[in-house]
Protein backbone atom coordinates (compact mmCIF):
# COMPACT_ATOMS: atom_id res chain seq x y z
CA UNK A 1 0.00 0.00 0.00
CA UNK A 2 1.38 3.37 -0.89
CA UNK A 3 -0.35 6.65 0.05
CA UNK A 4 -0.24 9.84 -1.84
CA UNK A 5 0.50 13.01 -0.96
CA UNK A 6 -1.72 15.59 0.79
CA UNK A 7 -3.80 16.68 -1.61
CA UNK A 8 -6.15 19.83 -1.72
CA UNK A 9 -8.99 17.56 -1.13
CA UNK A 10 -7.09 16.08 1.88
CA UNK A 11 -7.51 19.77 3.15
CA UNK A 12 -10.74 20.18 2.48
CA UNK A 13 -10.97 16.66 4.61
CA UNK A 14 -8.62 18.02 7.65
CA UNK A 15 -11.15 21.37 7.66
CA UNK A 16 -14.28 20.04 7.46
CA UNK A 17 -13.91 17.25 10.02
CA UNK A 18 -12.68 19.72 12.91
CA UNK A 19 -15.22 22.58 12.07
CA UNK A 20 -18.64 21.32 10.43
CA UNK A 21 -20.98 19.47 12.06
CA UNK A 22 -24.40 18.48 11.12
CA UNK A 23 -26.66 20.06 13.49
CA UNK A 24 -28.00 22.76 11.69
CA UNK A 25 -30.24 22.90 8.83
CA UNK A 26 -27.77 24.90 6.39
CA UNK A 27 -25.32 21.65 6.99
CA UNK A 28 -28.54 19.69 5.97
CA UNK A 29 -28.83 21.34 2.97
CA UNK A 30 -24.76 21.16 2.36
CA UNK A 31 -24.92 17.87 2.76
CA UNK A 32 -27.95 17.51 0.41
CA UNK A 33 -26.76 19.45 -2.37
CA UNK A 34 -22.98 17.06 -2.46
CA UNK A 35 -25.39 13.80 -2.18
CA UNK A 36 -27.68 15.66 -5.49
CA UNK A 37 -24.68 15.10 -7.72
CA UNK A 38 -25.09 11.72 -7.60
CA UNK A 39 -29.02 11.85 -6.76
CA UNK A 40 -29.61 9.26 -10.35
CA UNK A 41 -28.32 6.52 -8.49
CA UNK A 42 -30.91 4.45 -6.93
CA UNK A 43 -28.81 3.75 -3.89
CA UNK A 44 -28.13 7.39 -2.91
CA UNK A 45 -31.95 8.49 -3.81
CA UNK A 46 -32.86 5.54 -1.41
CA UNK A 47 -30.71 6.24 1.36
CA UNK A 48 -31.39 10.17 1.01
CA UNK A 49 -35.05 9.64 1.39
CA UNK A 50 -33.92 7.99 4.67
CA UNK A 51 -32.19 10.64 5.92
CA UNK A 52 -34.59 13.20 5.12
CA UNK A 53 -36.93 11.02 7.16
CA UNK A 54 -34.90 10.63 9.92
CA UNK A 55 -31.77 12.73 9.71
CA UNK A 56 -30.63 11.73 13.39
CA UNK A 57 -29.95 8.30 12.62
CA UNK A 58 -26.49 8.00 12.04
CA UNK A 59 -26.45 4.51 10.26
CA UNK A 60 -28.02 6.27 7.24
CA UNK A 61 -25.38 8.72 6.92
CA UNK A 62 -22.90 5.84 7.47
CA UNK A 63 -24.72 3.68 4.44
CA UNK A 64 -24.74 6.70 2.38
CA UNK A 65 -20.94 7.78 2.86
CA UNK A 66 -20.00 4.12 2.00
CA UNK A 67 -21.80 4.64 -1.63
CA UNK A 68 -20.69 7.80 -2.13
CA UNK A 69 -16.69 5.92 -1.75
CA UNK A 70 -17.99 3.46 -4.07
CA UNK A 71 -19.04 6.04 -6.34
CA UNK A 72 -15.59 8.02 -6.24
CA UNK A 73 -16.99 10.98 -4.36
CA UNK A 74 -14.89 11.59 -1.12
CA UNK A 75 -16.10 14.55 -0.50
CA UNK A 76 -19.57 13.39 -0.08
CA UNK A 77 -18.35 10.54 1.74
CA UNK A 78 -16.12 12.55 4.59
CA UNK A 79 -19.27 15.00 4.76
CA UNK A 80 -21.72 12.01 5.64
CA UNK A 81 -19.14 9.95 7.89
CA UNK A 82 -18.62 13.38 9.72
CA UNK A 83 -22.40 13.44 10.18
CA UNK A 84 -22.34 10.34 11.35
CA UNK A 85 -19.78 10.47 14.43
CA UNK A 86 -21.16 13.86 14.88
CA UNK A 87 -24.90 11.83 15.66
CA UNK A 88 -22.82 8.95 17.25
CA UNK A 89 -19.16 9.30 18.54
CA UNK A 90 -19.09 6.12 20.60
CA UNK A 91 -19.50 4.27 17.18
CA UNK A 92 -15.79 2.62 16.43
CA UNK A 93 -16.71 1.58 12.77
CA UNK A 94 -17.03 5.24 12.05
CA UNK A 95 -13.72 6.30 12.84
CA UNK A 96 -12.24 3.27 11.07
CA UNK A 97 -14.67 4.01 8.05
CA UNK A 98 -13.52 8.32 8.00
CA UNK A 99 -9.78 7.05 8.20
CA UNK A 100 -10.58 5.07 5.20
CA UNK A 101 -11.69 7.85 3.34
CA UNK A 102 -8.62 10.40 4.43
CA UNK A 103 -6.03 7.60 3.38
CA UNK A 104 -7.76 7.44 -0.17
CA UNK A 105 -7.96 11.28 0.20
CA UNK A 106 -4.22 11.35 0.43
CA UNK A 107 -3.80 11.92 4.37
CA UNK A 108 -2.24 10.44 6.40
CA UNK A 109 -2.29 12.68 9.12
CA UNK A 110 -5.96 12.42 9.24
CA UNK A 111 -5.88 8.87 9.59
CA UNK A 112 -3.48 8.90 12.58
CA UNK A 113 -5.95 11.46 14.33
CA UNK A 114 -8.76 9.16 13.44
CA UNK A 115 -7.05 5.95 15.23
CA UNK A 116 -6.07 8.13 18.03
CA UNK A 117 -9.79 8.93 18.53
CA UNK A 118 -10.60 5.15 18.59
CA UNK A 119 -7.45 4.51 20.67
CA UNK A 120 -8.60 7.05 23.02
CA UNK A 121 -11.99 5.76 23.73
CA UNK A 122 -10.49 2.15 23.55
CA UNK A 123 -6.89 1.72 24.72
CA UNK A 124 -7.12 -2.12 23.62
CA UNK A 125 -8.07 -2.00 20.39
CA UNK A 126 -5.72 -3.34 18.73
CA UNK A 127 -6.56 -3.42 15.45
CA UNK A 128 -6.90 0.51 15.72
CA UNK A 129 -3.20 0.00 17.03
CA UNK A 130 -1.86 -2.07 14.31
CA UNK A 131 -3.39 0.29 11.87
CA UNK A 132 -2.21 3.48 13.20
CA UNK A 133 1.14 1.08 12.76
CA UNK A 134 1.29 0.98 9.65
CA UNK A 135 -0.21 4.32 8.82
CA UNK A 136 3.43 5.56 10.85
CA UNK A 137 5.64 2.84 8.79
CA UNK A 138 4.63 4.08 5.39
CA UNK A 139 5.24 7.62 7.08
CA UNK A 140 8.62 6.28 7.62
CA UNK A 141 8.10 7.39 11.20
CA UNK A 142 9.51 4.09 12.70
CA UNK A 143 9.87 4.76 16.24
CA UNK A 144 5.77 5.60 16.29
CA UNK A 145 5.21 2.56 13.89
CA UNK A 146 6.91 0.16 16.53
CA UNK A 147 5.53 2.08 19.61
CA UNK A 148 1.65 0.83 18.64
CA UNK A 149 3.42 -2.51 18.11
CA UNK A 150 4.87 -2.67 21.60
CA UNK A 151 0.95 -1.86 22.84
CA UNK A 152 -0.36 -4.66 20.62
CA UNK A 153 1.99 -7.22 22.04
CA UNK A 154 1.46 -6.16 25.79
CA UNK A 155 -2.42 -6.96 25.14
CA UNK A 156 -1.39 -10.11 22.53
CA UNK A 157 2.00 -10.97 22.11
CA UNK A 158 1.04 -13.88 19.53
CA UNK A 159 -0.25 -10.84 17.14
CA UNK A 160 1.20 -12.39 13.38
CA UNK A 161 0.40 -9.20 11.97
CA UNK A 162 2.17 -6.92 15.18
CA UNK A 163 5.24 -9.04 14.60
CA UNK A 164 5.41 -9.10 10.91
CA UNK A 165 5.14 -5.25 11.03
CA UNK A 166 7.79 -4.99 13.19
CA UNK A 167 9.77 -6.88 10.71
CA UNK A 168 9.25 -4.54 8.27
CA UNK A 169 10.16 -1.88 10.05
CA UNK A 170 13.53 -3.06 11.38
CA UNK A 171 13.72 -4.06 7.65
CA UNK A 172 13.61 -0.81 6.50
CA UNK A 173 15.68 0.56 9.17
CA UNK A 174 18.77 -1.69 7.94
CA UNK A 175 18.69 -4.63 10.81
CA UNK A 176 18.15 -7.55 8.91
CA UNK A 177 18.86 -9.82 12.03
CA UNK A 178 15.81 -8.13 14.31
CA UNK A 179 13.66 -8.17 11.11
CA UNK A 180 14.45 -12.08 10.13
CA UNK A 181 13.16 -12.46 13.72
CA UNK A 182 10.35 -10.74 13.48
CA UNK A 183 8.95 -12.84 10.21
CA UNK A 184 10.01 -15.58 12.13
CA UNK A 185 7.97 -15.28 14.75
CA UNK A 186 5.02 -13.89 12.36
CA UNK A 187 5.30 -17.51 10.89
CA UNK A 188 5.63 -19.05 14.36
CA UNK A 189 2.14 -17.43 15.46
CA UNK A 190 0.36 -17.79 11.97
CA UNK A 191 1.74 -21.09 10.02
CA UNK A 192 -0.57 -20.24 6.69
CA UNK A 193 0.96 -16.64 6.78
CA UNK A 194 2.14 -16.06 3.16
CA UNK A 195 3.49 -12.77 3.14
CA UNK A 196 6.02 -13.50 6.42
CA UNK A 197 7.35 -16.62 4.39
CA UNK A 198 7.82 -14.39 1.26
CA UNK A 199 9.59 -11.30 3.31
CA UNK A 200 11.72 -14.56 4.44
CA UNK A 201 12.57 -15.49 1.62
CA UNK A 202 13.08 -12.04 0.21
CA UNK A 203 15.37 -10.97 2.99
CA UNK A 204 17.72 -13.78 3.17
CA UNK A 205 18.08 -14.44 -1.02
CA UNK A 206 21.19 -12.43 -0.43
CA UNK A 207 22.97 -15.46 1.13
CA UNK A 208 23.59 -18.56 -0.84
CA UNK A 209 22.94 -20.91 1.70
CA UNK A 210 20.07 -19.42 3.07
CA UNK A 211 16.61 -21.16 3.61
CA UNK A 212 15.36 -17.93 0.94
CA UNK A 213 14.43 -21.50 -1.59
CA UNK A 214 12.81 -22.93 1.43
CA UNK A 215 10.68 -19.71 2.49
CA UNK A 216 9.46 -19.39 -1.62
CA UNK A 217 8.38 -23.37 -1.25
CA UNK A 218 6.00 -22.82 1.60
CA UNK A 219 4.40 -19.67 0.30
CA UNK A 220 4.17 -21.73 -2.91
CA UNK A 221 1.89 -24.43 -0.30
CA UNK A 222 -0.09 -21.89 1.13
CA UNK A 223 -1.06 -20.04 -2.51
CA UNK A 224 0.24 -21.92 -5.23
CA UNK A 225 -1.53 -19.43 -7.82
CA UNK A 226 0.93 -16.42 -7.07
CA UNK A 227 3.32 -15.72 -9.54
CA UNK A 228 5.46 -13.56 -7.72
CA UNK A 229 6.48 -16.74 -4.91
CA UNK A 230 7.78 -18.82 -8.04
CA UNK A 231 9.56 -15.84 -9.68
CA UNK A 232 11.42 -14.72 -5.83
CA UNK A 233 12.81 -18.71 -6.00
CA UNK A 234 13.87 -18.81 -9.12
CA UNK A 235 15.72 -15.63 -8.74
CA UNK A 236 16.90 -16.50 -5.99
CA UNK A 237 18.64 -19.67 -8.00
CA UNK A 238 19.58 -17.69 -11.12
CA UNK A 239 21.54 -15.03 -8.76
CA UNK A 240 23.22 -17.96 -6.96
CA UNK A 241 23.88 -19.43 -10.31
CA UNK A 242 22.17 -22.45 -9.92
CA UNK A 243 20.84 -22.49 -13.30
CA UNK A 244 19.34 -26.01 -13.65
CA UNK A 245 17.15 -25.41 -10.84
CA UNK A 246 16.35 -21.38 -11.70
CA UNK A 247 14.98 -23.01 -15.09
CA UNK A 248 13.12 -25.50 -13.50
CA UNK A 249 11.22 -22.63 -11.65
CA UNK A 250 10.46 -20.44 -14.12
CA UNK A 251 9.00 -23.58 -16.33
CA UNK A 252 6.88 -24.24 -13.06
CA UNK A 253 6.06 -20.47 -13.16
CA UNK A 254 5.22 -20.85 -16.81
CA UNK A 255 2.86 -23.51 -16.34
CA UNK A 256 0.95 -21.54 -13.45
CA UNK A 257 0.76 -18.32 -15.56
CA UNK A 258 1.76 -18.74 -19.51
CA UNK A 259 1.30 -15.11 -19.79
CA UNK A 260 3.77 -13.60 -17.38
CA UNK A 261 6.50 -12.51 -20.12
CA UNK A 262 9.48 -12.33 -17.34
CA UNK A 263 9.67 -15.91 -16.84
CA UNK A 264 10.34 -16.27 -20.63
CA UNK A 265 12.56 -13.88 -20.70
CA UNK A 266 14.55 -14.69 -17.81
CA UNK A 267 14.58 -18.27 -19.12
CA UNK A 268 16.07 -16.97 -22.36
CA UNK A 269 19.00 -14.80 -20.37
CA UNK A 270 19.52 -18.05 -18.20
CA UNK A 271 19.90 -20.10 -21.77
CA UNK A 272 22.55 -17.54 -23.04
CA UNK A 273 24.40 -18.05 -19.65
CA UNK A 274 24.48 -21.79 -20.62
CA UNK A 275 25.47 -20.81 -23.85
CA UNK A 276 22.27 -22.64 -25.49
CA UNK A 277 21.40 -19.37 -28.25
CA UNK A 278 18.68 -21.42 -30.26
CA UNK A 279 16.81 -22.23 -26.68
CA UNK A 280 17.30 -18.56 -25.62
CA UNK A 281 15.91 -17.38 -29.09
CA UNK A 282 12.96 -19.26 -28.59
CA UNK A 283 12.56 -17.93 -24.50
CA UNK A 284 12.58 -14.46 -25.95
CA UNK A 285 10.33 -15.09 -29.00
CA UNK A 286 7.59 -16.03 -26.28
CA UNK A 287 8.44 -12.92 -24.37
CA UNK A 288 6.98 -11.09 -27.54
CA UNK A 289 4.51 -12.85 -28.22
CA UNK A 290 3.00 -12.50 -24.74
CA UNK A 291 4.31 -8.81 -24.21
CA UNK A 292 4.37 -7.15 -28.41
CA UNK A 293 5.94 -4.14 -26.97
CA UNK A 294 9.01 -5.22 -24.54
CA UNK A 295 12.01 -3.79 -26.01
CA UNK A 296 14.17 -5.74 -23.59
CA UNK A 297 12.93 -9.29 -25.71
CA UNK A 298 13.60 -7.45 -28.90
CA UNK A 299 17.46 -6.44 -28.31
CA UNK A 300 18.22 -10.22 -26.29
CA UNK A 301 16.11 -11.91 -29.86
CA UNK A 302 18.38 -9.45 -31.67
CA UNK A 303 21.66 -10.59 -29.51
CA UNK A 304 20.74 -14.08 -30.08
CA UNK A 305 20.00 -13.29 -34.29
CA UNK A 306 23.71 -12.12 -34.12
CA UNK A 307 25.41 -15.06 -32.75
CA UNK A 308 23.62 -16.87 -35.23
CA UNK A 309 24.54 -15.02 -38.34
CA UNK A 310 21.50 -13.92 -38.92
CA UNK A 311 22.51 -9.77 -39.30
CA UNK A 312 18.89 -8.89 -41.43
CA UNK A 313 17.45 -10.30 -37.99
CA UNK A 314 19.12 -8.73 -35.73
CA UNK A 315 18.76 -5.42 -37.06
CA UNK A 316 15.36 -5.72 -37.59
CA UNK A 317 14.92 -6.78 -34.05
CA UNK A 318 17.29 -3.63 -32.38
CA UNK A 319 15.76 -1.39 -34.53
CA UNK A 320 12.31 -2.36 -33.16
CA UNK A 321 13.91 -2.00 -29.02
CA UNK A 322 14.84 1.69 -30.13
CA UNK A 323 11.34 1.83 -31.91
CA UNK A 324 9.64 0.99 -28.27
CA UNK A 325 12.53 2.41 -26.01
CA UNK A 326 14.30 5.28 -27.42
CA UNK A 327 17.58 6.09 -26.47
CA UNK A 328 17.96 2.45 -25.91
CA UNK A 329 21.68 2.95 -25.77
CA UNK A 330 22.93 -1.04 -26.04
CA UNK A 331 20.59 -1.58 -28.72
CA UNK A 332 21.54 1.58 -30.38
CA UNK A 333 25.21 0.38 -30.32
CA UNK A 334 24.50 -2.93 -31.15
CA UNK A 335 22.96 -1.84 -34.51
CA UNK A 336 25.49 0.53 -35.34
CA UNK A 337 27.69 -2.17 -35.35
CA UNK A 338 25.63 -4.02 -37.48
CA UNK A 339 25.44 -1.49 -39.91
CA UNK A 340 28.95 -0.37 -40.58
CA UNK A 341 29.92 -4.61 -40.45
CA UNK A 342 27.53 -4.86 -43.08
CA UNK A 343 28.34 -2.25 -45.63
Known amino acids: MRFLLITVLSIFFLVSFSCNRPDGSTEKEAIDSLASK ?18 TNPEQFFLRSNVFQQLGNLAASFRDMSAAIALDSSNMKYYFAIAD ?15 LQIIRKDPANTEALIKLSKVYFYKKDYQNSMLQLTRVQE ?16 KEM ?12 SVQSKPDFYDGYMQL ?4 SN ?34 GAL ?12 VNPQYEFSYFNLGYVYILQDSIDMAYR ?23 REKGNFDQAIADFRQALTLKPGYEAAQKELNTLNQSTK
Not at 155 to 164: K, M, P, R, T
Not at 201 to 204: E, K, M
Open 201 to 204: GLIT
Open 174 to 185: GDTGRAITAFQK
Open 244 to 255: EKAKATYQQLIR
Open 101 to 115: IYLKGGSADGAIDAF
Open 207 to 240: NKNSMAAQYFDNAIRIDSTVTEAYYAKAMFYQDH
Open 283 to 305: MFDFAIKVKPAYAEAYFYRGLCS
Open 155 to 170: IDQDNFEAWFIRGLNF
Open 38 to 55: DSADPQIRALTEKINADP
